[in-house]
């Protein structure tokens, strides 16, 4: 069964940087496409950043573009995001998540409806 946990998550000031990364493990292939979402209260889930996997290829919501970065360490089956000049409306959980099968910019799900494998998300607080 897939595993997908989240660290690197606490809290900042806005204008810092954190590191979260997403271990996976457990299963049979690869995934294609894996994504960072956030979600912060009475808010929907929203898309952050997506990669696929086999091209390395990113996407980005136009709210993050120039200062978040999502990367993959194949060897070590981990995914990360690094955020930069945090704002506190970044603020939110964000999780991991991860499919198989779809490529490209069809990695891209704004609310995440095509993805299967879900982390249990990791906490972002941002003050002013």
């Known amino acids: 069964q897939v595993r997908l946990v989240e660290s690197g998550g606490g809290s900042v000031q806005a204008g810092g940087s954190l590191r979260l990364s997403c271990a996976a493990s457990g299963y049979t292939y690869r995934p294609t496409c894996m994504a960072w979402f956030r979600q912060a209260p009475g808010k929907e889930r929203e898309a952050v950043a997506a990669?696929?996997?086999?091209?390395?290829?990113?996407y980005y919501a136009d709210s993050v573009k120039g200062r978040f970065t999502i990367s993959q360490d194949k060897a070590k089956n981990t995914l990360f995001l690094e955020m930069n000049s945090l704002k506190p409306e970044d603020s939110a959980m964000y999780s991991c998540?991860?499919?198989?099968?779809?490529?490209?910019?069809?990695?891209?799900?704004?609310?995440?409806?095509?993805?299967?494998?879900w982390g249990q998300g990791t906490q972002v607080t941002v003050s002013s």
């Open positions: 990669i696929s996997t086999g091209s390395g290829s990113t």
């Open positions: 998540t991860a499919r198989t099968g779809y490529y490209g910019s069809t990695c891209w799900s704004d609310r995440g409806r095509i993805y299967t494998y």
